[in-house]
């Protein structure tokens, strides 16, 4: 019988775990899903990057698939579910807008979603920590939105919600990393008319420029 390479040695004593190894080791983890995937990301590989020996990151993580769990915990972990609740649908588009126009956030998606069928953990990890508080809060607004007749009476916003998230993955395959958060909204923007939004006001947002040098 073979040994899984993967699998963690015999643990034995040794020194209190650091926070700072730990965050190297979470964010290493993070970084090589996102320019490797899944199917090149290794313990091993890991380590490396993080600086630390595979037996570091064994006292901490029993095996890949548990480390990739708690790096999505982690990478969320300054979510605060107070921030979803916006006052209407121009600043809900803003919002997906402004994720929706980082690199990094995108590519993070797009593996997450790469993992559906090879490591479901990291996707149901993701949706319990972050999609489905974000899922809510969309059916939130566009209730809103029918309520104050921004939306027709008839839509669904279950359904509703479904055909932006649908329409978010679609433009994380179609569109390029480098789009601008203007473009992101004015993308969903359309797709709500589409469904019969009637009027959203144009969100304050300071031209793809200027937003660069802002920052």
Same mark, same amino acid.
């Given at each position: 019988m073979t040994s899984d390479p993967e699998a963690a040695p015999p643990r034995t004593p040794g020194r209190p775990r650091s926070r700072a190894a730990d965050e190297a080791i979470l964010t290493a983890a993070l970084e090589s899903l996102i320019e490797r995937g899944i199917a090149w990301t290794s313990i091993e590989q890991i380590a490396r990057r993080a600086g630390v020996t595979r037996a570091t %990151?064994?006292? !901490?993580?029993?095996? /890949? *698939? $548990? #480390? /990739? %769990? !708690?790096?999505? $915990? &982690?990478?969320?972990?300054? *979510?605060?579910? $107070?921030? /979803?609740? &916006? +006052?209407? %649908?121009? =600043?809900?588009?803003?919002? &997906?807008?402004?994720? #929706?126009? $980082?690199? !990094? =956030?995108? !590519?993070?998606?797009?593996?997450?979603?790469? *993992? #559906?069928?090879? #490591? +479901?953990e990291l996707l149901r990890t993701y949706d319990s920590v972050h999609g489905s508080h974000r899922g809510r809060a969309v059916r939130d607004v566009l209730k809103r939105a029918r309520a104050t007749g921004q939306l027709p009476p008839h839509s669904e916003p279950e359904t509703l919600q479904q055909v932006l998230s649908g329409a978010a993955l679609q433009h994380l395959a179609a569109y390029p990393d480098t789009i601008s958060a203007q473009d992101v909204e004015a993308y969903f923007l359309t797709i709500l008319r589409q469904a019969g939004l009637a009027a959203a006001t144009p969100s304050c947002r300071p031209s793809p420029s200027r937003r660069g040098t802002e920052r």
């Open positions: %990151v064994y006292r !901490r993580f029993p095996n /890949l *698939t $548990e #480390l /990739l %769990v !708690r790096a999505i $915990e &982690w990478e969320y972990r300054n *979510t605060d579910p $107070e921030a /979803l609740n &916006w +006052p209407d %649908v121009s =600043a809900m588009v803003s919002d &997906w807008a402004d994720q #929706l126009s $980082e690199p !990094r =956030a995108r !590519r993070l998606i797009r593996r997450l979603y790469g *993992t #559906l069928d090879d #490591l +479901p």
